[in-house]
């Protein structure tokens, strides 16, 4: 849209703020990124979300948009006219948000106990409820190339940053996800090969470089 100023305020490593950079490259929306540093968070970041003082952050001609699935919907309700994400039909709508829904309630919180819990028992269960939400997910991709159908959506935006945090899941659990759910990651690689999701997710290993330090800052080595 003509006039419209985009900035984003993300940290690089984070699986919510790569959702709406994929989100913002499948609707090929130019925009400011700033990084931010979340030991010592910008002005700019506390005013525009001082609820949550979280990132990312969408600013749209001055006004914020925070947290991650409500700043993709809000995207691709803006910039309706190319890559819709969400589905039209209000069922298929309504089923899209129950699983991103699913993955922040379920595999988010499953993937931070396996990389921050100091525990051997609680990473074992931690793992094994990882494994099971995954092959959950699969069984609802069956096989479809996308969540979404055809075509990439809703539901693979919110999902597919994690794999670039497969790496760390894997090492500080040492298991490894691929022969437990092989169509989930056979998915996840379709959705690399689109531009939008390559160049935005973050390098696996710079996340877990970025783990390690958090752990050693925090005495959880």
């Not at 030991?39 to 506390?46: F, I």
């Amino acid at each position: 849209m003509a006039g419209d100023k985009a900035v984003l305020l993300d940290f690089y490593v984070s699986m919510f703020g790569m959702r709406v950079r994929v989100a913002l490259a499948e609707k090929g929306i130019e925009h400011e990124y700033k990084e931010e540093n979340l030991a010592n968070k910008s002005q700019l970041l506390l005013e525009m979300n001082p609820i949550h003082k979280k990132i990312p952050v969408l600013i749209h001609n001055g006004k914020p948009i925070c947290e991650s699935l409500i700043i993709v919907q809000y995207i691709d309700e803006v910039w309706h006219d190319k890559n819709p994400l969400l589905p039209s039909d209000p069922y298929q709508r309504a089923q899209a948000r129950f699983w991103a829904d699913f993955i922040d309630k379920k595999v988010y919180i499953a993937g931070k106990q396996i990389v921050w819990t100091t525990k051997v028992e609680d990473q074992k269960a931690a793992k094994k409820e990882f494994i099971e939400m995954l092959k959950i997910l699969e069984e609802e991709l069956g096989n479809k190339p996308y969540f979404g159908g055809e075509n990439l959506g809703f539901v693979d935006v919110a999902l597919i940053t994690f794999y670039s945090w497969f790496y760390t899941y894997e090492t500080c659990g040492n298991f490894k996800i691929e022969p437990e759910c092989p169509k989930l990651v056979e998915w996840a690689k379709r959705c690399m090969q689109r531009e939008s999701v390559s160049k935005s997710l973050a390098d696996p290993h710079k996340i877990y470089d970025f783990v390690l330090s958090m752990k050693k800052k925090h005495g959880k080595e």
